[in-house]
């Protein structure tokens, strides 16, 4: 077969480009736009921290002792002695300007907890234990313990965190809590992995998995559409989860403390994100492949319950990358020999890559995620069908998702 320029087109090769470079100027205005906010959100947080000048030294910004609400801070415990030994000291020396108490709710009673947090509180005083009973077995034992916790907090302002978290700035709180003024009742935060204690084959997939999954809802937060938090770095008015009467609405299911819950209380005006990097913390876990296997398969159940707009969009433009890929490959395949019209797809192609692949970049480098580049392409295209794969799974276990069945 010889190739050649010929630069004389049909109508049906005009209409084929015509539709891909539609494609690619929709993906990269709208979908491409909306990743990029992510990282541009963080920009705009780091911005509005208001830096007291007497504070200031050359190897630390700390923000101003402007007001802070009184707070507590709940921490979510499973007999994790030795997380907490780490956790609490990183969270009972913040750098806070108003008062604040720490609440450690222990999932069942352990001796270890109770030893470790009775030693604690001889060195601070606003550090308080509780646990929920063994016997509560056919109840969403996290969300009870958090019910438990939220009833025994003393301020207004409650900001939620897992045992095995590490905070590694002292001005986490304050800048959690910043966002809290007459408007505000709900600041999401985020919390990740530290990317190289993942060493598992497929952690490149879950890095950009996790990260996709995030941008979902951050971005869903920030256009004033939220639906969803992760309770590793949450914070909300004490005041909304009464007035919500807790988690009475959604006690048939285990989980869903900070999706469906967060669905149900949040607006487009009591809303914030707060993604400033010193207010990202770490999550720790045993085993990161099969933890992300397990929070995938229960948030891929309870996404039924909450709204689907924004996610509904970027599912949108992965059907549209598909469709230009496919129209790619027949615009390609129905000009051979002629190079001229696969030489406009290349460079299509090209024109809507680079741009995705560094945007995506970016908001991995935001969220503090593995870093990525060539693989990008690969796991945007392929990430419908990963969702998929869990979506019937987590249908699979039905029985595992409602605290009405016995398991």
């Not at 990183?90 to 999932?107: G, T």
């Not at 313990?145 to 590490?166: D, Y």
């Not at 920030?222 to 988690?247: E, H, M, T, V, W």
């Not at 027949?330 to 000009?335: E, N, R, V």
Request: charged letters at 20%; proline letters at 4%.
């Amino acid at each position: 077969m010889q190739f050649l320029f010929n630069f004389e087109i049909s109508t049906i090769t005009i209409i084929l480009l015509s539709c891909i470079a539609f494609c690619v100027i929709f993906l990269l205005i709208f979908y491409r736009g909306r990743i990029a906010r992510i990282a541009k959100h963080q920009k705009n947080c780091v911005s509005t921290i208001n830096y007291s000048s007497s504070e200031i030294s050359k190897n630390s910004l700390e923000p101003s002792s402007a007001t802070r609400p009184s707070a507590s801070v709940i921490v979510y415990a499973n007999d994790e002695a030795t997380n907490l030994s780490k956790l609490l000291p990183q969270i009972l020396e913040q750098d806070y300007p108003a008062q604040f108490e720490v609440i450690v709710v222990n999932d069942g009673s352990s001796e270890s907890t109770r030893d470790i947090v009775n030693e604690l509180e001889l060195r601070y005083p606003n550090l308080y234990l509780t646990f929920t009973p063994d016997r509560s077995r056919n109840l969403s034992r996290k969300k009870l313990a958090l019910t438990l916790g939220i009833k025994a907090a003393r301020h207004e302002t409650i900001v939620l965190v897992n045992a095995n978290s590490r905070i590694n700035s002292s001005n986490w709180l304050s800048l959690m809590t910043r966002n809290f003024n007459n408007n505000i009742d709900i600041v999401i935060g985020y919390a990740t992995p530290n990317p190289k204690s993942d060493k598992s084959m497929g952690r490149r997939r879950r890095a950009f998995d996790r990260v996709a999954e995030a941008v979902t809802y951050l971005y869903a937060a920030i256009a004033n559409s939220p639906y969803r938090g992760f309770s590793y770095n949450l914070a909300y008015r004490r005041q909304c989860f009464f007035d919500n009467k807790g988690f009475s609405r959604s006690l048939n299911l285990h989980y869903g403390d900070d999706d469906v819950f967060i669905n149900e209380i949040a607006n487009s005006h009591n809303t914030t994100v707060e993604l400033s990097p010193d207010s990202i913390i770490e999550c720790r876990f045993h085993n990161d492949k099969e933890t992300h296997k397990i929070l995938k398969r229960r948030y891929s159940y309870t996404s039924r319950f909450i709204r689907k707009g924004v996610r509904y969009f970027f599912g949108t433009c992965s059907l549209i990358l598909w469709i230009w890929l496919l129209l790619s490959i027949a615009t390609i395949l129905t000009t051979l020999p002629s190079l001229f019209p696969t030489t406009i797809v290349i460079a299509l192609g090209i024109g809507l890559w680079i741009p995705i692949i560094f945007t995506w970049r970016g908001a991995l480098n935001a969220l503090k995620s593995r870093r990525l580049l060539i693989t990008i392409p690969w796991f945007v295209m392929t990430r419908p069908f990963y969702n998929a794969i869990y979506k019937l799974n987590s249908r699979r276990n039905y029985r595992q998702n409602h605290t009405w069945i016995k398991r």
